[in-house]
């Protein structure tokens, strides 16, 4: 299917959710055809690079007056799983109710790259030359590392990104919610991600024996502490100038103290005050581990000797992998074993904000 330019982005948006793009396996080629024929309706030229042919990446170029570093504008059209989940509407319908479009995708990120593919054709359209190069990249695999997408061009092709000193991504843009007015943000950084894995190890036994510091007892007593643990608060010079410009635009009639989460000794007053507002502030201050898979046991009747946890981590900026892991193996106990499967860069824990 083909859509032109003078669609609205919520179209392409729409048309992208339709497309089953789960990763894994990914298989966006269906997708990046949709933006790329959008993109050729205003005459875009567009090159394709890909690791692997089902899981094409998308760069466009559109060339500014050199006086400027070049502006990157990135989104990924892959997406994370459905199974096992209730949804009002079918995940890949594309249905529109209320005004509101529904599908796995709307949010991360089709209807990001629907946005930036709508500007770009437009300013292409316009004939605009701006101070810096603008460059377009719609990415494959997102959701699982990034080694066919993001990783892949930057590894192989640096010459896509030559120049470019900013980039513009998936997250900013959007409104913040909780306030008595509407506020949207500007995303400036992006907590580094680790993937890690724990294993516990123990007797097993065949399952009619009492059970008594079984594996699975051990196995419970460490996803409780996972689930309670907290890891320490992490104010740095950017959550605080995030903070700072939030609590500037509420202005002083807010009853939110948000000035004090910016002091590491008021910060644990100020987030218990927050209500349904703190999971979001703590995530800015925290590095996270939450575990997402665990694994025990291969047979009804017999209790296992060994199992195994699987962590999705985010650091604040600042913080190290190994900083991360330490601080885990504190929470779990010195005998769980455990390994890094991977890890992202590190986030500088300051930003360049002349581009603002």
Not at 69 to 97: N, S
Not at 212 to 237: C, F, I, K, Q, Y
């Amino acid at each position: 299917m083909s859509i032109n330019t003078s669609a609205a982005a919520s179209d392409l948006a729409r048309e992208l959710v339709r497309v089953d793009t789960v990763n894994p396996p990914g298989s966006e080629a269906a997708a990046q055809a949709l933006v790329a024929s959008f993109l050729a309706a205003s005459e875009v030229p567009v090159e394709t690079y890909a690791r692997e042919s089902s899981r094409p990446n998308l760069v466009a170029r559109l060339p500014g007056r050199g006086e400027r570093p070049a502006l990157i504008l990135h989104g990924h059209v892959d997406v994370v799983g459905v199974d096992g989940q209730v949804w009002t509407h079918a995940p890949f319908e594309g249905v529109v109710r209320d005004g509101v479009l529904w599908g796995r995708g709307t949010l991360d990120n089709k209807a990001g790259v629907a946005m930036l593919a709508h500007g770009f054709a437009r300013a292409a359209r316009d004939r605009l030359v701006p101070g810096g190069d603008i460059i377009l990249v719609s990415a494959a695999d997102s959701e699982t590392g990034g080694r066919a997408g993001l990783a892949y061009l930057l590894e192989q092709h640096p010459h896509l990104f030559a120049g470019a000193s900013y980039a513009i991504g998936e997250f900013g843009g959007f409104p913040l919610s909780g306030f008595d007015r509407r506020l949207y943000a500007i995303g400036v950084g992006l907590k580094q991600y680790a993937h890690l894995r724990l294993r516990l190890t123990g007797t097993g036994g065949h399952g009619s024996r009492p059970s008594n510091g079984s594996l699975t007892g051990e196995l419970a007593r460490v996803l409780g502490r996972l689930d309670t643990v907290r890891a320490p608060l992490r104010v740095t010079d950017m959550s605080t100038q995030v903070l700072t410009s939030i609590a500037e635009a509420l202005g002083p009639s807010s009853d939110l103290p948000l000035r004090d989460l910016t002091n590491e000794a008021t910060a644990p007053r100020a987030l218990a005050s927050l209500g349904a507002l703190r999971p979001g502030f703590e995530a800015m201050l925290r590095d996270t581990a939450n575990p997402t898979l665990v694994r025990a046991g291969h047979k009804f009747n017999v209790t296992p000797s060994e199992a195994t946890v699987e962590l999705d981590c985010r650091l604040t900026p600042g913080g190290s992998v190994e900083e991360l892991v330490a601080w885990v193996q504190s929470v779990v106990g010195p005998t769980v074993e455990i390994t890094v499967l991977d890890s992202g860069p590190p986030a500088p824990a300051t930003f360049d904000d002349s581009l603002l």
